[in-house]
């Protein structure tokens, strides 16, 4: 039996598949838990996208998180490499460390200024999203009054696609969600969201917005948080489940995975009542399991036991968002 005690074929897809997780879930601060990441690396998981930063926290701390986790991932260069392109994870993988860029959720990190897509791109976020679940100046949020895409956030828009960063819609209202999808010139996601027809929280996403983020050619994310699965166990089946939706709806080639894993559990609804909102299914969450890095082989057997080809594994797990990640940074 190999180190994932999963079956020979399962392990030999997981083995020769990037496997790509795209979005971590830990609190981002510049003291975090970041040795917890060598359970990536014991998983074979080869690509980790960071958050560094969303809406509930002061806008300044973003830069402070990013220098301090460059300098943590410079010290440790056996298992980590920090990366520009897609053929450095691939360079990555082959020399067996953990590919590592940062995203941010939310656009108040960005403080009024267009200018700061770019610097933050240079520094190694490839991803961002507009609101953090409450509107904002660029857009509106999943759990508020939706007022769509504001004329500054078709901005970011444009410079995003200029830099090469992929518009993220997760935490999105559904209006700002559709209006960013119609403006960006480049593929777009949902890099860590699940499905409202599985399960009718406002945080996971409908149909239609499956569809939009497909006709761009983008991919969307599922994410391990039991709380959005409706499952206190997180079981990898339940994610297999919200899988096979998306690629029964729009196929394989547009479905991926960003566990939004986080291995302290800081969330608590009672935190901050603001971003998640009495009454929007967040009084349980502490209940609720999140499916670990751990899980990922689990899943790579679960897709090949649902009857989806290897190739069509190998994408899910991560080669779809490898292939926008060649299309989209530069």
Partial sequence: ???????????????????????????????????????????????I??????????????????????????????????????????????????????DIEGMNALDGDVNMVSLFYRLGVRQMLFAYNLNNEAGGGCHDD????????????????????MVDCTHCGKRTALEAMATS???????????RALYDHERNIP??????????????????????LDDVDAKTESMVRHIAHVADLVGPQHVGIGLDYDWDRYFK????????????????RGNFKDASPEQLPQLTEALLDRGFSEDNVRGIMGGNFLRLAREVWK
Avoid at 146 to 165: H, K, S, Y
Avoid at 187 to 195: A, C, D, L, Q, Y
Avoid at 222 to 228: E, R, T, V
Wanted: glycine share 10%; proline share 5%.
């Fill in 146 to 165: 939706d007022q769509g895409l504001t004329a500054f956030g078709r901005d970011v828009i444009e410079e995003m696609n200029r830099v090469g960063m």
């Fill in 207 to 228: 149909d239609e917005l499956i569809k939009a983020c497909a006709k761009t050619g983008g991919v969307v994310g599922i994410n391990g948080a039991g709380n959005f």
């Fill in 1 to 47: 039996m190999n180190r994932w005690n999963i079956g020979e074929r399962a392990a030999r897809v997981h083995a020769g598949s990037v496997v790509w997780d795209d979005h971590s879930g830990f609190m981002p601060v510049p003291d975090a838990d970041l040795p917890q990441l060598q359970r990536w690396i014991d998983s074979g998981i080869n690509y």
């Fill in 269 to 284: 609804p009672v935190q901050d009542k603001k971003f998640w909102p009495a009454g929007r299914g967040y009084e349980n």
């Fill in 185 to 195: 010139q480049a593929p777009t996601i949902f890099s860590h969201s699940n499905m």
């Fill in 49 to 102: 996208s960071i958050d560094v930063s969303f809406d509930a926290l002061p806008r300044e701390d973003a830069i402070k998180t990013i220098a301090a986790y460059r300098v943590w991932f410079e010290k440790h260069p056996g298992q980590y490499r920090l990366v520009e392109t897609a053929d450095d994870i691939l360079r990555a993988k082959q020399d067996g460390k953990l590919a590592i860029t940062f």
